[in-house]
């Protein structure tokens, strides 16, 4: 079982930057792919970035490449995503997840592991 903790949510004005961190448990965090989804007020969950157990491959969701970026450090159990150039619309719940197995995936589904999420406000 792993359990997943977010942090670094917040509110920003459009433009600005931030950075969410996710902790997970257990001492075998580096066989797991993770990701980043989130969730805006009416709508469905969407996948924004993932990356493979290796920290080798990312995928990223067309709305947010190239302003996003998703790395992980093994040692200290944590994946992070970091958010530059946000915009209103980047505004919602961001959830961190993990699937058992190496390869990075971009469909919920495919994930085992959520946390609870972190609140991102981008104001305009």
């Known amino acids: 079982q792993v359990q997943l903790v977010e942090s670094g949510g917040g509110l920003v004005q459009a433009g600005g930057s931030l950075r969410l961190s996710c902790a997970a448990s257990?001492?075998?965090?580096?066989?797991?792919?993770m990701g980043w989804f989130r969730q805006a007020p009416g709508k469905e969950r969407e996948f924004v970035a993932a990356?493979?157990?290796?920290?080798?491959?990312?995928y990223y969701a067309d709305s947010v490449k190239g302003r996003f970026t998703i790395s992980r450090d093994n040692a200290k159990n944590t994946v992070y995503l970091q958010m530059n150039s946000l915009k209103p619309e980047d505004t919602a719940v961001y959830y961190c997840?993990?699937?058992?197995?190496?390869?990075?995936?971009?469909?919920?589904?495919?994930?085992?592991?959520w946390g609870q999420g972190t609140q991102v406000t981008v104001s305009s």
């Open positions: 997840t993990g699937r058992r197995g190496l390869g990075a995936r971009t469909t919920r589904g495919e994930y085992d592991y």
């Open positions: 990356i493979s157990g290796s920290g080798s491959t990312t």
């Open positions: 257990g001492r075998t965090f580096s066989i797991y792919a």
